[in-house]
T-cell receptor, first 115, second 110 residues
Framework: NAGVTQTPKFQVLKTGQSMTLQCAQD?????MSWYRQDPGMGLRLIHY???????DQGEVPNGYNVSRSTTEDFPLRLLSAAPSQTSVYFC??????????????FGDGTRLSIL | SQQGEEDPQALSIQEGENATMNCSYKTSINNLQWYRQNSGRGLVHLILIRSNEREKHSGRLRVTLDTSKKSSSLLITASRAADTASYFC??????????WGLGTSLAVNP
């Protein structure tokens, strides 16, 4: 069972470069989200999607874009990388949007360093 | 931003001992979940406790929830080296947003 797959696992960028972090799930989940994890900050929600064609901002959306053209894929785009975006990024999914009692399934993360 | 507070931040015990970690909030929470994160991996769901439940068991895990005190605890009994990980609580706030704790790092020494 693949679950939630994130690529790449590691990436180093220079300030100002752009890139896309990929996330795919094979569980037909409606809800997908992106988090960043920083020491001492816990998990912070960047963007989320409640279904194909629908996205919304989370707690820390600035500097990031998302799209949801299919149920399976939810890429995260860094438009112009900044050192403050150095972090570990996690994609997560759950079956039904709006249900806060559902377990989320996480990918293994992308470790991103911005120089 | 709102965050859950977890206590202790780090815990080191011997294999076979019990591990207790706590989670508290400044705002009212409803359902609460606990997750485990092994080093370099994503989070894995452990257990959900609903607002109308006070205690729940799953294998070696025992979770309590006190909505009046806005707090929860996770007990791992008879710990194993494989339990070494970080543990996170996440509560559902009244604003229908998930509020994550900062995590407890557990080391179980063989």
């Amino acid at each position: 069972n693949a679950g939630v797959t994130q690529t790449p696992k590691f990436q180093v960028l220079k300030t100002g470069q752009s890139m896309t972090l990929q996330c795919a799930q094979d569980m037909n989940h409606e809800y997908m989200s992106w988090y960043r994890q920083d020491p001492g900050m816990g998990l912070r929600l960047i963007h989320y999607s409640v279904g194909a064609g629908i996205t919304d901002q989370g707690e820390v959306p600035n500097g990031y874009n998302v799209s949801r053209s299919t149920t399976e894929d939810f890429p995260l785009r860094l438009l112009s990388a900044a050192p403050s975006q150095t972090s570990v990024y996690f994609c997560a999914s759950s079956p039904t949007p709006g249900q806060l009692n559902q377990p989320q399934h996480f990918g293994d993360g992308t470790r991103l360093s911005i120089l | 931003s709102q965050q859950g507070e977890e206590d202790p931040q780090a815990l080191s015990i011997q294999e076979g001992e019990n591990a207790t970690m706590n989670c508290s909030y400044k705002t009212s929470i409803n359902n609460l979940q606990w997750y485990r994160q092994n080093s370099g991996r994503g989070l894995v769901h452990l257990i959900l406790i609903r607002s109308n439940e006070r205690e729940k068991h799953s294998g070696r895990l025992r979770v309590t929830l006190d909505t009046s005190k806005k707090s929860s605890s996770l007990l791992i009994t008879a710990s194993r080296a494989a339990d070494t990980a970080s543990y996170f609580c996440v509560g559902a706030g009244n604003n229908r947003k998930l509020i994550w704790g900062l995590g407890t790092s557990l080391a179980v020494n063989p």
